[in-house]
């Protein structure tokens, strides 16, 4: 029998995953919960490892059919573990990206990635005392800068809140019990919401409010807060902060969802005289237009281009393309850096020309 041995080599033998587009090559698939699966990946070539902050998401192309979709997961994996990255996500029943990984990915299988991105993490919002509140799959940041200060600062202070709708949909559950008995400082509480027949619980119940947050992290005033989950779970603990005198200065939520495309666009000139722009896809070897106040992005689908889009808010960084000509006004939230900018990269969901434009697409 053969067996494949792989080289060793130290990280810093290896090159850096870039924020560039990537192939991950699927090696391990584990179920976490219900509907709840934890994938893990390795560079498609060796010699990399992966360079990112806890907390930050990529964006994944999922081949569901004749045209991929693009699908934004947060890195529940910890860069102090660069061999390998993961998502652990949560499939909903009008899932489609989630429920085809669920139904078809298995080790040796490989997608195509775009980022890291994104500035919900410790890292760039440093504390001296943690409050990590989450719901539901919002959990798997607070795993990721969890794991990552249990490996570079096993003493930090924190206090892990998780909410879930029973004992059994709790993610994480054992490994955040064990980070509660070897770190220190690691002070960690469950609420839920129902119990099912026979189960057996003694923590809290409920939905999370002022009292429970009070109940569970008494010095919650003085922590700087990460919060992830639903929007209804969010603003209720934005508003029980707020009532409480919190200063929301040390609040930082991630809040992540795609929106719908927008529907395709015959361009006319405008009768108040404002001009469409002329949008040149060189790749394409088409020619369209834009009007006045829409984006790239939409003038691309109107003209028949494809150009990659997850999120359409300017975060998520996948629509990124080479403008090679003309002016654009761009509004982001994050999704691409100024030395990308300085390159001449635009979001093409989020870039308004300004002069008729040529990209890269």
């Not at 890291?116 to 993490?121: A, Q, R």
């Not at 570079?152 to 709708?165: E, G, H, K, V």
């Amino acid at each position: 029998m053969n067996i494949a041995v792989t080289q060793y080599r130290h990280v810093d033998e290896m090159r850096p995953w870039s924020d560039r587009e990537h192939l991950l090559e699927c090696v391990a698939v584990t179920p976490e919960a219900a509907d709840v699966m934890t994938f893990t990946f390795k560079p498609n070539k060796p010699g990399l490892w992966f360079r990112y902050l806890p907390g930050q998401f990529v964006t994944l192309e999922i081949p569901v059919g004749p045209e991929p979709v693009m699908r934004t997961y947060t890195l529940s994996s910890s860069p102090s573990r660069p061999y390998t990255v993961a998502v652990t996500v949560k499939a909903q029943k009008e899932s489609i990206g989630t429920r085809w990984m669920f139904d078809n990915m298995k080790p040796g299988i490989t997608l195509k990635a775009f980022g890291p991105l994104g500035d919900f993490s410790y890292a760039k919002h440093p504390g001296k005392k943690y409050l990590f509140v989450s719901a539901g799959s919002g959990v798997t940041p607070m795993m990721s800068m969890t794991r990552d200060l249990s490996d570079r600062a096993p003493d930090s202070d924190i206090t892990f809140l998780n909410c879930a709708r029973s004992p059994d949909d709790i993610i994480f559950r054992w490994e955040l019990e064990a980070k509660a008995r070897d770190m220190p400082n690691f002070q960690l509480g469950f609420i839920i919401e129902q119990l099912g027949r026979g189960q057996l619980w003694s923590g809290l119940k409920g939905r999370i409010d002022k009292a429970k947050i009070a109940l569970l992290a008494p010095d919650f005033l003085d922590r700087t807060v990460f919060c992830c989950g639903p929007a209804p779970f969010m603003a209720t603990v934005r508003e029980a902060l707020e009532g409480a005198g919190f200063d929301m200065a040390q609040y930082h939520e991630e809040a992540f969802q795609p929106v719908k495309a927008e529907p395709l666009v015959v361009v006319a000139d405008h009768a108040d005289g404002e001009q469409a722009t002329k949008v040149t896809f060189a790749m394409s070897g088409k020619d369209g237009l834009c009007a006045p106040g829409h984006t790239v992005l939409q003038a691309a689908r109107a003209s028949g281009v494809r150009i990659g889009a997850a999120c359409e808010s300017g975060l998520c960084g996948t629509c990124k393309v080479m403008k090679l000509s003309g002016e654009v006004e761009m509004d982001h939230n994050g999704g691409i850096l100024d030395d990308e900018i300085d390159e001449g990269y635009i979001l093409a969901c989020c870039s308004r020309p300004k002069t008729d434009i040529e990209i890269e697409a």
